[in-house]
């Protein structure tokens, strides 16, 4: 074989081995940008998705605030809570000793202000108990999903389930005819001590005696 023949076949072998690589190369590389596309592409419409239930339950709910509480943990929410809670006493108890410290006012507007001013803590303390609810029965429903996929998993079951599995306590139930037998024992020995005869009165004469008179 010519040596010209086989440097083209060469080139061509080497030609057709790096198109084959740049192929695989674009093909992987358009599936992972692909796959992050539709990642990210998911992940905003779930976090849109969170905002906007979380929008339903508290209209005055912002963005910024939202994602803020999203970072933060089960023990840092319940303290932020406990602090508004505060805060709204602390305002109602301020409010209240303004209107002591001016007894002169009209009582009419002191009435209505004191009744909104009521109205609005009522308000926020009752929109804070319906988040902490909501709250406790999202945590509570994903407590048990978690646990019942890691029973299934682990294929552990209930104490309860396997009445013979080691660690359970089973109650001995005695056989009813013991308990006749004691029962019937101890109604005998009653009755025995029902049934004896009162001392003989010391006036009635005796049987002997009655029978020698006759």
């Known amino acids: 074989m010519p040596p010209f023949i086989s440097s083209l076949e060469t080139r061509s072998t080497t030609t057709n081995s790096n198109s084959i690589v740049w192929i695989v190369s674009s093909i992987v590389g358009g599936v992972i940008v692909l796959v992050a596309i ?3 592409v998911v992940l905003y419409y ?10 339903e339950l508290n209209p005055y709910l912002s963005r ?7 970072k933060m943990s089960a023990v840092d929410l319940f303290q932020e809570e406990e602090h508004r809670r505060q805060l709204m006493i602390r305002k109602s108890i301020i409010s ?4 002591s410290l001016h007894p002169n006012s009209p009582p009419r507007k002191e ?3 004191r009744s909104e001013t009521m109205e609005e803590v009522e308000r926020e303390a009752a929109e804070i108990e319906r988040q902490e609810s909501l709250r406790l029965k999202d945590d509570w429903k994903r407590w048990e999903a978690r646990l019942k996929h ?13 009445p013979t599995s080691p660690g359970v306590p089973t109650l001995t139930v005695p056989s009813p005819s013991k308990h006749r037998g004691q029962s ?4 005998v020995e009653v009755g025995a001590e029902v049934l ?6 010391p006036n009635r004469p005796s049987m002997d005696l009655v029978s020698a008179v006759r």
Do not use: D, M, W
Not at 47 to 55: F, N, T, V, W
Not at 64 to 70: A, D, I, L, N, P
Not at 96 to 99: D, K, N, P, Q
Not at 196 to 201: D, E, G, I, L
């Open 38 to 40: 539709l990642t990210t």
């Open 184 to 187: 019937r024992v101890a109604f």
């Open 196 to 201: 004896v005869p009162p001392p003989r009165n």
């Open 64 to 70: 910024h605030e939202f994602v803020r509480k999203r």
């Open 150 to 162: 890691e029973r299934s998993t682990s294929g552990e079951h209930h104490p309860l389930e396997s």
């Open 111 to 113: 009435a209505l202000e």
């Open 96 to 99: 209240r000793s303004s209107h």
């Open 46 to 55: 779930n976090k849109r998705s969170q905002y906007q239930q979380a929008k």
